[in-house]
């Protein structure tokens, strides 16, 4: 049998990328973020178990500038994940499968997951009595 002539997988460098891949790839992501927080929100559950200079330890690493990035990354994981979590969830049952509305979707869930990000920080800071 002669081989074929049939063109190679085209990869990365040639395809365009479309915002279902890219949020897909996204929604990975924050799930592999989430995973991590587990392991953070466990530290600081222990540290708090352990007494009160491990809590403050522990509060302490969390309330620096380094911290903060990585809690509001956690928050955003958290809303961007849940959002897009109900999205497919749509899916599953046959909504919004037509191209204008995955993309129309898409936006939303990032736009969703941004203004709720923004919402929960205000109203921590608000609460906290810093704003």
Same mark, same amino acid.
């Given at each position: ?67 903060? *990035?990585? #809690?509001? =990354?956690? &928050?955003?994981?958290?809303? /961007?994940?849940? !959002? ?29 997951? *941004?203004? #709720?990000? =923004?919402? &929960?920080?205000?109203?921590? /800071?608000?609460? !906290?009595?810093?704003?």
């Amino acid at each position: 049998m002669a081989p074929v002539n049939r063109p190679l997988s085209p990869h990365l460098q040639i395809y365009r990328p479309q915002i279902t891949s890219t949020l897909s790839i996204l929604h990975r992501l924050t799930g592999v973020a989430l995973a991590a927080g587990a392991v953070l929100l466990a530290y600081w559950l222990a540290a708090a178990a352990y007494g009160p200079g491990a809590f403050e330890r522990a509060n302490d690493l969390l309330a620096s500038p380094v911290g903060r *990035l990585v #809690l509001f =990354g956690m &928050t955003f994981s958290f809303f /961007y994940h849940f !959002a897009n979590g109900v999205r497919h969830l749509a899916w599953d049952i046959g909504l919004g499968l037509q191209m204008k509305t995955l993309r129309l979707t898409g936006i939303l869930v990032v736009l969703v997951s *941004l203004a #709720l990000t =923004g919402a &929960t920080w205000i109203a921590a /800071y608000a609460a !906290a009595g810093k704003l």
